[in-house]
């Protein structure tokens, strides 16, 4: 026999105990149920309670916050209260106001800067922060606009920033 017809049968000797010997493997395998139960998920929602109000830094009602002409140095505050629900082991969550729902002219928006406070009574919650020990309970929430005191020229001047859809949120960490 030459070489050829010599490794073409050592190659089928090959292939068929290659291919004999996987259909007699055996895998030994078991299980059994364990005593689990089902998981829920928790929850984070934010509604508002009463009425809201837009006041000047001095405190002063501002009764149609639409009419109000804003020169640099000026502050205005959105007042709210809100129900907080915060269900969940290890849930941590920030309550800030949302600057993506706040449009208008471009140098007016970069001339107001915005703060965001909390308070749960006289407590103040640092950085907004919300956690399950918070649910049910009723957030005080203040956000200031501050008109950049430093705005000069005709920097601003006729421009219209829309709060007409302007939001809090309540966004998980």
């Not at 000797?13 to 007699?24: D, E």
């Amino acid at each position: 026999m030459n070489k050829q017809t010599k490794g073409a049968i050592a190659a089928g000797a090959a292939a068929l105990l290659l291919a004999g010997g996987a259909g007699t493997m055996a895998a030994w395998n078991s299980s059994t149920t364990v005593g689990g139960g089902a998981v829920n998920s928790g929850t984070l929602s934010l509604t508002q309670t009463g009425s809201t109000g837009w006041t000047e830094g001095n405190g002063t009602a501002i009764a149609d916050i639409s009419q109000f002409k804003a020169v640099p140095g000026d502050i205005v505050v959105y007042n709210a209260s809100f129900n907080v629900g915060a269900k969940g082991k290890n849930l941590h969550a920030t309550l800030t106001a949302d600057p993506a729902t706040i449009t208008g002219g471009a140098e007016l928006l970069a001339a107001l800067g915005q703060e965001t406070t909390a308070t749960i009574g006289a407590t103040p919650l640092a950085g907004g922060a919300i956690t399950e020990a918070n649910d049910g309970s009723t957030v005080n929430v203040k956000v200031k606009f501050t008109f950049d005191n430093a705005t000069s020229g005709t920097t601003a001047q006729g421009q219209s920033v829309n709060l007409s859809n302007f939001a809090v949120k309540l966004q998980q960490n």
